[in-house]
């Protein structure tokens, strides 16, 4: 453990008491609480932290705030490892291990810094030129080196075992931002009654006031306001809380970060939360972010923002250089220079103005600060970090002089944070005073306040949240407090002189092929800026997506306002005119696992489980899914494949007697005088004529006439009928019923309730189906007149009632039992049991999918939204004595051309072929185009012995005897089919109506 | 997230509705044949930019059909009508 010689004897905001180890690179560090992760490795004169994206240059801490560009680390291991995490914003914690990342094999000695070497080649438009134009098979080859050497830290694989939460939040007023001005607004909106969330990205309150000497007046006020609002109950505030997103309605997207700033999170807590906060209005607070200016080499470590310097001092008690230049443009560099120099640095301050401000310049002398108007820095010099700057006054470029430092500080200027405010779409403006985009229209349920409105001084800062706070919480109701507010502050910071735009240094002979980063992240230089504007780019969408400016994880916050202004200059225009690129949230990073919440694995989506599951569980069935549903789709004995089983399963039930679960189907309770005539209206069948105790196939369209379910419905009383659906259809067609129901046909007296989960289903099927369940359910008559085919009977077993339609799915000799689904596990027992004596067998969705086939029903991959009643072979039974839904539209031409695909079957002419799902059916030897059809469905058939399937095919049935090819592109696979009719097994239907 | 405020339950999330098209176009008639006015009602939509009638499904909530004015560039919302006997 070495000592920390960068760190102040005295002052900061750091908890000396509370010693704090912690690795970088394996290099074992100690700091204390209140540090992060960048400010400990500046105390022990950690320089090269990262390495840049593109070319592998060395790069330092360039802020101390989120919007760092450069000292990007990865934390943690195994699980927790967090890729590209800011050392800004990273709390220090006992035990932190933190890494490098895009270097290898070390951040000192990184060979993939022969990148820097190709610098020339690696320019904008690089990627879009090498590979997309006619050199564009250069990307097969190239694409995993360069995805090697280019890149930021990598993600891992293994399952992060910290949980993640959602939550939401209501209140009057959001204030965005714990600053001088969020504090004001929820003081005064607090004051007034109204219900106030602050929240805070940082640990604590205070924003710009955390960066002034500790124990000043600044942080007098702070305590002052806290204790206020503390006192006041409807005031809630949330630190390591970013607001990252405004949203329609007065939401907004937070994250709260819950234990970031220890190992790992206490007992089972959430590491993150997520919250959706909805609020009345909104005061958007959220400061500004201090920019850079560019010159020759102006990414060398111990390069930083001169408020990142300020920062460093006052907050964390580390200075990170003994020599200090800081180069500015405006008056915020003074006062970082006074703390400086008063914390013992030789300190430099070189203004670009030639008039520099006199206050500001009266106290730097004071404190022994050197200051040099009129001079630009040119240049940085040193390799491993900067040790000098080569400036020059402003209009003599060529005019150098050298000033050696092994710290530099940069300000251009401030760029308000106006996210929040353009999430929405309201545009931001350029203020050329302040030369800086500050809010334009705002966007309904939102005020600014302070920074971010381009409020730079602490006094107008608290008189904006005040005044924010007080309207926001009018607008909510809330009656104006007359208690007057102690809220006035003993620092004078405005600013004495205006800002001087300046961008960019100029280059002379001596640093005309230096690199002059305009954003640090993504490696985007004044040369890639230039080219793009030669080559026509020059519209600020065009420039990002050219150059890659602006779209690394810091967004560019620190270097967007420089490239647009740089590019108003290339094109002799004013900034507003190259406008401003779009905000999106977030904000900031957010990670995926907060997010997503306790959304993961199997809480993913919601589980629909058939009453029955257990017992599925129970005798091994393997499931499948099926939207929400998990379904049994076969049931293999040991060592039985998916194909062994269920073919054992079909040609079983075809021989005997077979259960299936049928729960999932959708069930739809239909009631009400009118019931007769609403199902008229939507099925294209006639159910006038449907008597009491009878079934009935029927099939729906859609109102442009294409088949939207098919399903039985039965009557159980003169104005009852009970409706089945499609599993995969079933929520659909309820809630176009409703539709129906509540806005076409008002006047229909009926109601319709989804019965879904209230019923129990299962189906048993098999030459010896009746016989069982004449044993089991003794007060139903079972033979042929008592119980015909589409009928309906009601019994029971024992207590349970049982509602039995004679309904055949698989061809077979069939009934579908439904009973109260409490009763299903228990019904389904019983079947099962009586059933061992006509050799049941159980069988799953694989079987049933078979048998269907076999016998030639259409089902999903048919019924695919694409297909008319016709097309499917049941165009028969639309009636054309009545109007029902999509009766004119399936009348349509297109609907009635011949050569629409409709229903064949088809099976391989050589029988011991296989056929693919998918494959797309030409006429032999023409695999061109689309084809003439496609298979739709598969199964291998135990009754035909051979592979068969249903296809959609141009002509239909019209092609029946023909042989075509199927065609499956994806394994190269041809095989000769004929077409053949689809009901493949009984068509005489003698088997179901016996 | 769009608050819509149904006249049966109270100001919910969009999260807790569907949504169901346009709902400025009257429905022809179940006894119309002309395959014209059904062909207008079923592939006719105006795509405007600001105010816009649609429905809305409370499918977690009540499950009534909501008429939904709403601004299709802010997303804000001007009223909200049961679809019973509101229908154009
Ligand atoms: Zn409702």
Redesign the pocket.
């Known amino acids: 453990m070495s000592a920390a010689p960068f760190r102040l004897k005295t002052g900061g905001r750091i908890a000396r008491e509370r010693p704090l180890s912690f690795t970088f690179d394996g290099r074992r560090f100690e700091g204390f609480a209140g540090d992060t992760l960048a400010s400990a490795l500046l105390a022990h004169g950690v320089a090269t932290v990262a390495r840049s994206f593109k070319f592998h240059r060395r790069r330092g801490i360039y802020t101390a705030s989120s919007d760092e560009p450069n000292a990007l680390v990865s934390l943690g291991g195994g699980g927790r490892h967090e890729p590209n995490a800011r050392a800004t914003d990273t709390e220090l914690f006992d035990g932190l291990a933190a890494r490098s990342q895009n270097c290898w094999p070390s951040v000192n000695f990184d060979l993939m810094a022969v990148n820097g070497w190709f610098a020339p080649i690696l320019k904008a438009g690089f990627y879009y030129k090498t590979f997309m134009g006619p050199t564009r098979g250069a990307w097969r080859v190239y694409e995993h080196v360069i995805r090697r050497a280019a890149g930021l830290g990598k993600a891992t694989l293994q399952r992060d075992p910290d949980t993640y939460e959602h939550g939401h939040l209501f209140c009057d007023v959001l204030v965005a931002g714990a600053g001088p001005a969020g504090l004001a607004a929820a003081l005064a909106a607090g004051r007034a009654g109204a219900r106030v969330i602050v929240c805070e990205q940082q640990p604590r309150t205070g924003g710009q006031l955390l960066d002034q000497p500790a124990d000043g007046p600044g942080d007098d006020w702070r305590r002052r306001i806290m204790d206020e609002l503390a006192g006041l109950a409807t005031v809630r505030i949330m630190t390591r809380t970013s607001v990252f997103g405004a949203y329609d309605g007065g939401t907004f997207g937070l994250i709260e970060r819950l234990f970031d700033h220890v190992r790992e999170p206490p007992g089972r807590q959430p590491r993150q939360r997520s919250w959706t906060l909805r609020c009345g209005h909104a005061v958007i607070a959220t400061g500004a972010t201090e920019r850079a200016i560019v010159f020759a080499n102006n990414d060398r470590p111990g390069i930083m923002l001169a408020s990142a310097i300020g920062s460093m001092i006052n907050r964390y008690a580390v200075l990170p250089g003994r020599a200090v230049v800081l180069f500015t443009n405006n008056d915020s560099a003074y006062d970082v220079a006074c703390d400086a120099a008063r914390a013992g640095a030789a300190v430099t301050l070189v203004d670009v103005r030639r008039q520099p401000p006199a206050k500001r310049s009266g106290r730097c002398r004071d404190a022994g600060v050197a200051i040099i108007a009129g001079h630009g820095v040119i240049a940085a010099a040193g390799r491993k970090s900067v040790s000098g700057v080569h400036i020059a006054p402003v209009d003599a470029s060529d005019d150098t002089r050298f000033l050696a430092c092994d710290l530099l500080g940069v300000s251009g200027g401030w760029t308000p944070a106006v996210h929040l405010m353009s999430h929405r779409g309201a545009r931001p403006l350029y203020d050329e005073g302040l030369a800086c985009f500050v809010p334009g229209d705002m966007s309904p349920g939102q005020s600014a306040a302070g920074a971010c409105a381009g409020a730079f001084a602490l006094s107008a800062c608290i008189a904006q949240g005040l005044a924010a706070g007080r309207e926001a919480a009018g607008l909510c109701g809330f009656a104006r407090t007359r208690k007057p507010l102690r809220t006035s502050i003993e620092i004078d910071d405005a600013w004495e002189m205006p800002i001087e735009p300046y961008w960019a240094s100029p280059v002379n002979g001596r640093t005309k092929s230096a690199p002059r980063f305009v954003d640090l992240q993504n490696d985007v230089t004044i040369s890639d800026i230039e080219l793009a504007h030669r080559e026509g780019f020059v519209s600020l969408e065009h420039l990002k997506r050219y150059t890659t400016l602006g779209m690394g994880t810091d967004q560019g916050k620190t270097s967007n306002v420089a490239a647009l202004a740089l590019m108003a200059g290339l094109r002799g225009c004013a900034v507003s005119d190259v406008g401003t690129t779009t905000f999106r949230p977030p904000y900031m990073p957010v990670a995926i696992g907060a997010l997503a919440g306790p959304r993961v694995g199997p809480r993913l989506q919601p589980r629909r489980l058939s009453p029955m599951h257990d017992w599925h569980r129970d005798h091994g069935a393997v499931y499948i899914q099926a939207g929400l549903w998990e379904r049994p789709w076969y049931y293999p004995g040991p060592g039985e494949s998916l194909e062994q089983c269920y073919i054992r399963e079909a040609r079983q039930t075809r021989k005997t007697v077979g259960l299936t679960d049928v729960s999932p189907l959708g069930k739809i309770d239909v009631q009400g005088p009118d019931a007769a005539e609403f199902l008229n209206r939507v099925y294209i069948n006639g159910w006038k004529k449907l008597a009491v105790g009878k079934a009935r196939y029927g099939v729906m369209l859609r109102e442009d006439g294409i088949v939207a379910d098919d399903g039985t419905t039965s009557r159980l009383a003169d104005e009852h009928y009970f409706m089945t659906t499609t599993t995969a259809n079933a929520g659909a067609v309820m809630a176009r019923l409703e539709f129906l129901l509540q806005t076409a046909w008002p006047d229909l007296k009926v109601h319709v309730t989804s019965v879904s989960d209230q019923w129990a289903g299962m189906a048993v099927a098999g030459p010896r189906s009746r016989d069982l369940l004449a044993g089991l359910i003794r007060d139903v008559d079972f033979s042929a007149e008592g119980l015909p085919f589409m009928g309906l009977a009601h019994g029971s077993v024992r207590a349970i009632p049982v509602r039995i339609l004679r309904v055949s799915y698989s061809g077979e000799l069939a009934y579908e039992l439904y009973c109260p689904a409490g009763f299903g596990h228990e019904l389904w027992d019983r079947v099962f049991g009586a059933g061992a004596d006509f050799d049941l067998v159980v069988y799953g969705l694989e079987a049933m999918g078979t048998m269907r086939i076999e016998k030639g029903h259409v089902a999903g991959p048919e019924i695919d939204g694409r297909t008319s009643a016709g097309d499917l072979g049941l165009g028969r039974m639309a009636s054309t004595k009545k109007p029902f839904i999509g009766s004119v539209l399936m009348r349509r031409d297109g609907l009635r051309d011949a050569s629409r695909p409709a229903l064949v079957g088809i099976r391989p002419v050589e029988r011991t072929q296989r056929l693919s799902a998918g494959a797309i059916l030409c006429e032999p030897g023409r695999h061109e185009g689309h084809g003439i059809g496609h298979v739709s469905s598969i199964t291998f058939s135990p009754q035909m012995g051979c592979d068969i399937a249903l296809a959609l095919v141009s002509g239909g049935l019209a092609r029946e005897g023909d042989i075509v090819d199927a065609v499956f592109s994806m394994r190269d696979e041809t095989v000769a089919v004929r077409i053949v009719n689809p009901v493949f097994f009984d068509p005489g239907g003698e088997r179901l109506r016996g | 997230m769009i608050r819509i405020d149904?006249p049966?339950?109270g100001a919910r999330d969009h999260t807790e509705f569907s949504y169901g098209g346009d709902a400025s176009v009257p429905r022809p008639d179940i006894a119309c044949e002309d395959i014209k006015a059904w062909s207008d009602y079923v592939f006719l939509r105006d795509n405007p930019r600001g105010a816009h009638s649609e429905f809305w499904h409370?499918v977690n909530?009540?499950r009534?059909w909501l008429i939904v004015k709403r601004d299709t560039a802010t997303h804000e919302v001007a009223a909200v009508l049961p679809a019973r006997g509101n229908m154009p």
């Open positions: 149904c049966y339950c409370h909530g009540c009534e």
